[in-house]
């Protein structure tokens, strides 16, 4: 039943979304519930996570070095480019940086996991960027726009610490404790993520109810665009490097899908709720690109010639269990 509920994931953020915009006053008064929802689902990443799931950053690092390095370039970067191409306002052009310079989505992983890409190498990496954003996702936000608009770094990073890594660290020791028992609800655990992405969603469109009419037609156009490039360049880049189908799959959704509800939470705390809204939209939008190119994907299989040795090798994932 929960998996057959995950599946539907974009249609409840568009569900949820509508409703918001219809109806604002029944998610505004949640605003200050955000920071809670962003824990929530953090911690039930970390739940999932076993010591595979870390020592397999040793064993194979190539990959998640070249994702990583990938995410925290082209996100970035792309951002501000779609920014600047489409005259968005500071407060937005800091939005759209905020959601290139987070880590990947856990969305990643499901939409890895439905296009039968490396799934254990899609959790690994969303680990690895995580822990890095603690430091690069401040860093780079004051790099790109810190000319034109206050960033707090260090009150940036601070806050990413406690919302991220503390709950994720506190899932992990959990599954430690508990793994058997964890296992056999890791579906429920990503309804309850899942839920708590959507409920944010919702909040941020109805905070920003009042602008969409203005301003949502072309702060859509530039996530479509931003969501766009990294999975086309997560994929094309990877592959023209040498790795494997499943691995330049994989890498796709990690660059592309970002975790936007960190974005969301960081623009609420330190900025504005109009610096949310391309979070928010991000948010609904990459699930919904993400499904139909995971479906796609699944329907074309993987190609006879699987590429080279090497590259499959260096993925060190094997098929990975669903998340």
Known sequence: MFE???????????LLAVIAAWQPQLFTGF?????????????????????EDFARVVKAPKPIVV??????????????GVSRLLGLSPELTTGMIL???????????????????????????????????????????????????????????????????????????VHHLLGARIRKIESALATLAMAAIVMIIAIVVALNAGN???LGPIVA?????????????????????????RTARTIAFEVGLQNSGLAVTLANQFFTAGAALPGALFSVW??????LLAGYWKQRGIPAR??????SAESGAGGGTGR
């Open 4 to 14: 057959r509920i995950n599946r539907l994931f974009p249609v409840w953020a568009v």
């Open 99 to 173: 959601v290139g310079a987070t880590a990947g989505g856990t969305s990643s992983n499901v939409m890895t996991w439905l296009s039968g890409g490396h799934v254990a190498l899609s959790v690994s990496m969303t680990m690895v960027s995580t822990v890095i954003s603690v430091v690069a996702t401040p860093f780079i936000t004051w790099l790109l726009v810190g000319q034109s608009i206050d960033v707090p770094v260090f009150g940036m990073l601070l806050s990413i610490a406690q919302l991220v890594i503390a709950p994720i660290a506190l899932g992990v020791i």
């Open 306 to 311: 699987r590429a080279d040795t090497n590259a």
């Open 67 to 80: 994702g990583v390095i990938l995410q925290f370039l082209i996100m970035p970067l792309t951002a501000l």
């Open 212 to 214: 969409l009419a203005t």
């Open 221 to 245: 156009l530039a996530v479509i665009a931003h969501n766009g490039i990294g999975l086309a360049a997560g994929y094309w880049l990877t592959r023209a490097i040498g790795f494997d189908v």
């Open 31 to 51: 605003k200050a519930d955000i920071k809670t929802l962003l824990v929530v689902i953090m911690f039930a990443m970390g739940l999932t996570l076993t010591r």
């Open 286 to 291: 990459h699930n919904v690109s993400g499904s």
